[in-house]
């Protein structure tokens, strides 16, 4: 079957850096996707990865081992508009993104 | 960057009414529009894919006469809820693929729907 395993919640705080980590088992694969949803709220695109090795965006980093079914996002200089939920969806053989249930993320000052 | 919009925003409406939700991609063509939904604190829940031109594949528990999708342009997409119900309720999410940027997927910004 298909299936992702990220952390349910973490918390960080203001101004550090935080990894989240996700591992993901798919039929095929054609790249993997992080998005950031706020509460009540669609999803709105963070990064793509395809290769493996690490695509860095500003304050944000995703990193891609496609050997080992493993992606993380790493977030630094956080900031209290970063309390978010993130989402791992890797794209399986007929380029359908599979969802999980996200890592929600608190900021605390 | 691709933008996406949803329309409308907000809705009630009472049990046994039919909603339609409209679904654009404003700067680009998506041949494929995915309809999803989410329940509070639950993950994305993919509804069915919507081909242009063709018939939305549903998902297994999906049932597609209830929950009608026309794609009859390369920007529209529409999911009509028949015959709503309480338990319809929930937050209905569209997003359209731009095939020329890696399969991305673009998300509107969603409907709030509440059957009362």
């Known amino acids: 079957g298909q299936n992702i395993d990220q952390p349910t919640e973490m918390t960080a705080t203001e101004g550090a850096i935080v990894q989240i980590n996700c591992t993901y088992q798919t039929s095929g694969f054609n790249g993997l996707f992080w998005y950031q949803q706020h509460a009540g709220e669609a999803p709105t695109f963070l990064s793509y990865?395809?290769l493996d090795g690490l695509e860095e965006k500003g304050r944000f980093s995703s990193f891609l081992s496609r050997s080992k079914g493993y992606s993380y996002l790493l977030l630094k200089e956080l900031q209290m508009k970063d309390s978010a939920s993130y989402l791992c969806?890797?794209?399986?053989?007929?380029?359908?993104?599979?969802w999980g249930a996200g890592t929600k993320l608190i900021i605390k000052p | 960057g691709a933008v996406v919009s949803q329309h409308p925003s907000r809705v009630i409406c009472k049990s046994g009414t039919s909603v339609k939700i409209e679904c654009r991609s404003l700067?680009?063509?998506?041949?494929?529009m995915f309809w999803y939904r989410q329940f509070p604190k639950q993950s994305l829940m993919l509804m069915a894919t919507s081909n242009e031109g063709s018939k939305a594949t549903y998902e297994q528990g999906v049932e597609k006469d209830k929950f009608l999708i026309n794609h009859a342009s390369l920007t529209l997409s529409t999911l009509t809820v028949t015959s709503a119900h309480p338990e319809d309720s929930s937050f209905y999410i569209c997003?359209?693929?731009?095939?020329?940027?890696?399969?991305?997927?673009?998300f509107g910004p969603g409907t709030r729907l509440t059957v009362t």
């Open positions: 700067d680009f063509q998506a041949t494929t």
């Open positions: 997003s359209a693929r731009d095939v020329s940027k890696d399969y991305e997927q673009y």
């Open positions: 990865n395809v």
């Open positions: 969806a890797p794209m399986d053989s007929n380029y359908q993104l599979i």
